[in-house]
Each structure stands twice: as structure tokens, then as C-alpha cells.
């Protein structure tokens, strides 16, 4: 077998392949990177800093201090921060930088999942098992919702709905490593598959291409 093992991760907002990623990781013992707060961490140091989000030189340097090990999912996961990341996220010079680390940490042994947008496609294109993970907009949208009202909090499904759309057309139509399939991906359709049904067709594609690896 090969020193590591990497399995690559994609899909649009709120498709659930967070938390599939996660119980993957979990399963192999595998170190697992969630690459979209990479460019949260980074849209956050610019915002703290008071700086522009539309000044590509600013927002690479800042791109450059991220430390992998400091990633907080609850200080990083707000709406606002969100945005600003998918604003970001179009920078090929941030890319550029934060591509390298995710590169870094997906040789990692004795294995890992990296998910993101551009995972089997350009960070990780040689990876032996790559993800495709989706779910309609509406069904999308009504997870986000169900989840901020299971929170004790209020929400609006239109706005929520509106917002969704908009995410993936930044995240499918930027020009640089824009949200796609890669060629050799396998799609999960999560719109009507729980996620324990995700986790099992993931793990029978994970489990054959293990052995094949062997
Ligand atoms: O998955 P997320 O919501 O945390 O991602 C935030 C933004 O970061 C998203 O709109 C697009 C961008 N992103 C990206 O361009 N490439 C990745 N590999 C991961 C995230």
C-alpha cells in the first residue's frame, strides 16, 4: 500500500458532506480537513483586520498565515463569514496559497479526507477515491432551515432558499477551479438518501478501493 490513502470530497453548500466526511475520517482513522475553512479563516483575518474583501494582494498574505491546526468550526461558521468566503474563494493567488497547504495535509498518514469544491478536480485530482456529493437546492435549503429552527432559532426557507442559489453560482461559475465533477467522481444524490445510507454507499466504494490498493 501506498504511504497515505486520500479521499477527495465535493459538492455544493449544505449537501451534507461535512458530516459524511467526518464519520468517513472517523471510520478509516483517517485525518480529515474541512478545506472550506480554510477560506473562512481567511475571509475572518480580513474582516477582524478591517481590510478589503476585493484587494487580491491583501487577502493572499493573509491567506499565506493560516495555520491548519487552528481551524474552529464554531467561530468560522456564520453566515457572514460565508460570504465572504465564496468572495474570496474566486482569488487564484488565494487559492494558490491555500491549495498548497491542503495539498501538504492530504500526504498525511496513513490516510485522509480532504472536502471542499475543487478536491478531486485540481487539490487532490490523483486521489483513488473521489466524492460527488449532492442534494437539490430546495432540499438543500430546508436542511439549513431545519437545522437554525432545531437550534431555538427563527428563519425564513426564502431567504434561506435565495441564498443557497446564489452560493452555487459564485461556486460553479468563477473561473478558477470552479464547483464541477471531476471525470472519475462517483455522485451521491443525498435528496432523498439519509445519511447513513450516503455513509454506506461511500464506505462500499472506500472499502473497493482499498483492496485494490492493497
Ligand atoms: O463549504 P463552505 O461553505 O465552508 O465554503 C465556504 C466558501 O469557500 C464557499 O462558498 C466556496 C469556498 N470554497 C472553495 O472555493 N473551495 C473549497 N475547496 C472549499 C470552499
Redesign the pocket.
Known sequence: MSKTFTIAI?GP??AG??TLSRRIADEYGFHHL???????AT?KALLDAGLALDDEQVAEKMAHKIELSGLNRDI??SHEI??A??K???MPAV?RA??EA?RRFSERAPGTV??????GT??CAGAPVKLYVTASPEVRAKRRYDEIIGKGGTADFDAIFEDVKR?DE??MG?AD?P?KPAEDAHLLDTSEMSIEAAFQAAKSIIDAALSRNN
Do not use: C, F, H, P
Request: hydrophobic share 40%; no cysteine.
Open positions: 465535493d453548500a449544505a458532506k461535512g474541512d478545506t472550506g475553512l480554510t477560506y473562512r475571509a468560522l461558521s460565508g460570504e468566503a465564496s474570496i474563494a474566486v487559492r491555500l491549495v491542503q480532504l472536502d471542499g469544491r475543487d478536491i485540481v487539490v452560493r459564485r461556486d468563477r477551479s464547483l
